[in-house]
């Protein structure tokens, strides 16, 4: 991202300094990379942004776990007091029953009301001892209960956390390999950068766009020479990349076909020339149909709504889109 906004300032300063000097149609050369830098940083921004709002959720159930987590040890804390001090009774009232039932064998042969007396104390502690008894041990199958949940919560949390940092570090891999295939193909296509051709990344993806200068002449699917050479060095690069999928889309304007053309309509003209690329890219390579994929957009993804000349100029195009594969990440989420 610093380096498409260093690019865009250098563009601005650029634009300044030689506006006085420098003939028209270079001048529109550089406003247009201005437009292209402003649009992809906008949608750097959008995606930091939606971004920063899944690491804020992530954080929130994090610190839902946490809190549950204390929660439940201050219980088992609770519970551990408690059952201490349970112990603690049942200790003092089985001295003290051992202390009835030697009053009880010395006051024997005592008298009858005393003896009935001392019994009936005797057995109320007893009673009483049994009933601290069951409620001790009640007490422990609920603190049993209490560590075994708390035990497996802990160990759904280090899940989590594991799942995480796992997703994360695929994440960082892919989009160190998208700036990878970016630098190669930066490198592969040096040429014809600023004639036609722009590399950018965004979202985990490189676009590669081809004006239709590059490639065709007005309202043709026929690729010129100069494009078939740009497109034979990018398919060596993609031929070496087997784990990316490439899709082809073929951009218009908004100009209708010209009627009694062999084009039904802008859908038909940029299917076609989709199809036209990838067979250029298949032809002598190493790349696997499997991987590609052809789509016409018409007229109805402009990059510049306007109607100006230089606006539809811009949207007749030709994008190709490469993704990573992302099953492992997807296997993961699920």
């Known amino acids: 991202m610093k380096t498409i906004l260093v690019k865009f300032n250098i563009v601005i300063l650029y634009i300044i300094l030689l506006s006085n000097c420098v003939p028209p149609q270079y001048v529109s050369e550089i406003e ?143 989009d160190k390999e998208a700036e990878a295939l970016k630098q190669k193909l930066s490198a592969a296509l040096m040429g014809f950068e600023n004639q036609g051709l722009t590399i950018t990344k965004k979202n985990g993806k490189v676009y590669v766009s081809l004006e239709e200068k590059l490639l065709f002449g007005s309202g043709s699917t026929q690729v010129d020479a100069r494009g078939i050479e740009a497109l034979k060095k990018l398919a060596n690069v993609l031929g070496q990349n087997q784990d990316i999928h490439i899709m082809i889309e073929g951009h218009t304007d908004d100009v209708p076909v010209i009627s009694g053309s062999k084009f039904e309509d802008n859908w038909d003209l940029s299917v076609q020339r989709a199809t036209a690329i990838i067979r250029i890219l298949l032809d002598g390579s190493d790349i696997d149909p499997k991987r590609l994929t052809a789509a016409g957009r018409g007229e109805f993804m402009p990059v510049d709504p306007r109607t100006t000349a230089e606006a539809r100029q811009k949207n007749r195009r030709t994008e190709i889109i490469l993704a990573p594969n992302l099953d492992e990440v997807f296997e993961l989420l699920e």
């Open 32 to 174: 247009s990379e201005r437009d292209n830098c402003k649009t992809i940083r906008e949608e750097l921004w959008t995606e930091n942004e939606k971004l920063t709002v899944q690491n804020t959720e992530l954080q929130a159930d994090l610190e839902l776990a946490k809190a549950a987590k204390a929660k439940m040890e201050e219980m088992g804390l609770k519970n551990a007091e408690e059952l201490k001090n349970l112990k603690s009774r049942h200790s003092q009232l089985s001295k003290r029953y051992n202390e009835l039932e030697d009053a009880h064998e010395a006051l024997i042969n005592g008298s009858d009301a005393e003896t009935r007396q001392l019994m009936g104390r005797l057995e109320n502690t007893q009673k009483d001892l049994y009933q601290r008894e069951d409620q001790l041990n009640q007490t422990k199958i609920q603190l049993d209960k209490e560590r075994d949940e708390l035990n497996a919560l802990k160990s759904e949390l280090q899940k989590q956390n594991a799942q995480l940092l796992e997703l994360q570090d695929m994440l960082t891999k892919k």
